[in-house]
């Protein structure tokens, strides 16, 4: 195995510092139009590949650093990098050593949920800019952490919701706030992915060159299995959000983006775990509804495991995942993650359709050039919010009930059993203490 270390020019220092992970402010750098942006990525499993290729792909920008507590993931990216840039970038298990780093101006996260927050946080302290995978938090309190670290520091933080970029969807937006389908009153977002059985696997050791406890970082401890691990962590309480939080967070941004509402007053949700007998935790079926009174619309949220139909999405029976809106003149249809089209009217006549797509990372480095959040087009704010929506829907799952949410104080008032689930207890030293 290749020895897995820093170079001279990448790895600057060592301290205590990066023992706590916290406490460790950068300062902002301008790029000019030819200054050379150096990126890191932390998790490179899945879509960590994504964040290498998109980064990859922008022009004055340089992988320069990648991290995963997976020394066989991590020396495969190595050798990938390497093999296209002609440059191999340094390396590391622990994200705490990484944002040491102060060449490094950007980070990618493409961590397990649990992670996504804490990282960002620590990578915000430490004065860089962050594209933070979907859903930018595991738990409601801690992703309004993370919306106010990027404040105090100034950083520019993207969310991985990365349709937001995509310019026939930005249109078809565009067209619903002009009052193309009248007006919208309900969307409905869909999440219909064939998901087999995981099974059931046995307590093992973490194999070799696998930093488990790096991985674990603010969870609980437990012992090790296949399916706590790469990709079946989604459906565990303690690393993931079931699919409404995986998949389903994209068309649940988008669903609140064209109705244009943020926080709701209330959620329900209903569901379970359907068909198999396996080591899932999380719902594999599952509908949410959120109601938003004062501006009297509605969001609804339907999770399909297995055999389905495709509700005017596809034509066949395959699964689906995109959006519904209903207004009071017809509906629109986003049955991908770049088209839409309109029907109008009791016949549902063909209207106004479109299709293309966009660059979600080539946004964030615009954006980070001019050192201007504004200019994201899934600032994390509003990446924030659309996760909550998932939080909230596994909250009142959980919970058995109607959930009432006060969007102001992001609380369920009174409700003592629901605001444990808002949050979570964290390990040291894998902790949210501050904000310094």
């Not at 320069?64 to 296209?84: F, M, P, S, T, Y």
């Amino acid at each position: 195995m290749d020895k897995i270390t820093w170079n001279r020019r990448s790895f600057l220092r060592t301290s205590a510092a990066a023992a706590v992970g916290l406490g460790i402010v950068g300062q902002s750098r301008a790029f000019g139009a030819n200054d050379k942006i150096r990126a890191a990525v932390i998790g490179l499993k899945g879509r960590g590949g994504s964040h290498i290729d998109g980064f990859l792909d922008q022009k004055g920008v340089e992988v320069a650093a990648l991290c995963d507590i997976d020394e066989g993931v991590l020396n495969g990216r190595l050798a990938d990098v390497e093999k296209r840039t002609g440059q191999k970038p340094a390396a590391c298990a622990d994200v705490r050593k990484l944002l040491e780093d102060k060449s490094i101006d950007v980070v990618g996260i493409a961590t397990p949920n649990h992670w996504h927050s804490l990282a960002s946080i620590w990578a915000i302290q430490a004065g860089k800019d962050v594209y933070v995978e979907k859903p930018c938090s595991h738990n409601v309190w801690e992703g309004r952490k993370l919306v106010e670290a990027a404040r105090k520091h100034q950083r520019v933080v993207q969310h991985g919701t990365q349709i937001r970029s995509h310019k026939a969807i930005r249109e078809a937006i565009a067209k619903l706030e002009e009052g193309v389908i009248g007006e919208v009153y309900m969307a409905k977002g869909l999440c219909y992915k064939w998901r087999g059985s995981i099974g059931r696997a046995k307590e093992e050791p973490a194999p070799k060159g696998v930093h488990y406890d790096l991985w674990l970082g603010p969870a609980p401890v437990r012992p090790f299995t296949r399916n706590r691990f790469h990709y079946n962590w989604h459906w565990h309480w303690d690393y993931g959000n079931g699919d409404i939080g995986n998949q389903g967070v994209h068309q649940m941004d988008v669903a609140r983006w064209g109705l244009g509402v943020g926080l709701p007053k209330k959620a329900q949700s209903m569901g379970g775990h359907f068909l198999f007998d396996d080591d899932q935790e999380t719902p594999n079926t599952q509908v949410a509804t959120f109601w938003y009174p004062e501006e009297k619309k509605m969001l609804v949220f339907e999770v399909r495991h297995w055999i389905t139909n495709g509700e005017n999405l596809t034509d066949g029976g395959t699964g689906a995942v995109g959006n519904i809106f209903y207004g009071s003149e017809g509906i629109m249809i986003m049955p991908s993650y770049s088209s839409y089209k309109v029907l109008l009217g009791r016949k549902l006549e063909p209207g106004p359709s479109g299709s293309s797509g966009g660059d979600h990372f080539a946004n964030f480095i615009e954006a980070v050039r001019a050192r201007d959040p504004a200019k994201l087009n899934a600032e994390i704010e509003e990446g924030h919010k659309s996760a909550v929506l998932c939080h909230l829907a596994n909250v009142a799952y959980r919970a058995g009930r109607t959930i009432e949410f006060d969007p102001v104080t992001e609380t369920c008032p009174g409700d003592k059993e629901a605001n444990a689930l808002l949050t979570r207890e964290y390990r040291e030293p894998f902790a949210i203490k501050d904000l310094a």
